[in-house]
């Protein structure tokens, strides 16, 4: 089992690109949930996706960013004209149906705006 | 105020000490407790999961939970040097759904 896979692990884009990051959860787990990471600051929440759902997006910048979790593929965490403020480690976790049990990270993206 | 509050610490303690870290919450609802320790530039490694209060013991490690106090604690015994890692503790209300995290404790066990 490889684990939760992100890709790529270091993303450098300049202001007013895309950035697009990649997840792949365990095997056999159909939640995925993204974080994001500033500088000294705990994980934050930004989105909860089940297989072609979006189930909870309350952490999620109103414009700009988007998410999907595919019925095949992984899910894509998607931020569209970035800017220096974008600047964070995006982690992605992932957790199965069963329900008395703790999430698992990837080793996370880390996105530079320059 | 913060859902839940972690003291950043840092920590610096010598090996072989008994480590306690803490967090505590304002949400009654929260009724999953985690534990998780992030070394420098990877991704959180779940460490303590418990559910509702109580202690749960697992190696050198033990998590406590007091709900009525809105409490939760981690005590690791007989600290390494490869415990020094960023601690974070993280709550949810029900079976799925987010995380809240805490600030996170950055521990250094010194030889």
């Known amino acids: 089992n490889a684990g939760v896979m992100q890709n790529p692990r270091h993303l450098v884009r300049r202001r007013g690109q895309e950035a697009r990051l990649r997840c792949s959860p365990m095997k056999g787990h159909s939640h995925v949930y993204w974080y994001r990471q500033l500088p000294e600051e705990g994980l934050k929440f930004m989105v909860y996706l089940q297989k072609e759902n979006i189930i909870d997006e309350s952490g999620m910048p109103k414009e700009r960013f988007s998410a999907e979790f595919p019925k095949e593929g992984p899910s894509i965490l998607r931020i569209q004209q970035v800017v220096r403020g974008d600047s964070a480690a995006y982690f992605c976790?992932?957790?199965?149906?069963?329900?008395?049990?703790?999430?698992?990270f990837g080793s996370g993206t880390r996105l530079t705006v320059v | 105020q913060k859902e839940v509050e972690q003291d950043p610490g840092p920590l610096s303690v010598p090996e072989g000490a008994i480590v306690s870290l803490n967090c505590t919450y304002s949400?009654?609802?929260?009724?999953?407790f985690m534990w998780y320790r992030q070394y420098s530039r990877k991704g959180p490694e779940l460490l303590m999961y418990t559910y509702s209060s109580g202690n749960k013991e697992d190696g050198r490690f033990t998590a406590q939970v007091d709900k009525s106090s809105k409490y939760i604690s981690l005590f690791i015994r007989d600290s390494q040097p490869s415990d020094s890692a960023t601690y974070l503790c993280?709550?949810?209300?029900?079976?799925?759904?987010?995380?809240?995290f805490g600030q996170g404790t950055i521990l250094t066990v010194h030889p």
């Open positions: 976790a992932s957790s199965s149906d069963e329900t008395n049990y703790g999430y698992t």
């Open positions: 993280a709550m949810r209300r029900t079976s799925y759904g987010k995380l809240t």
């Open positions: 949400n009654s609802a929260f009724q999953y």
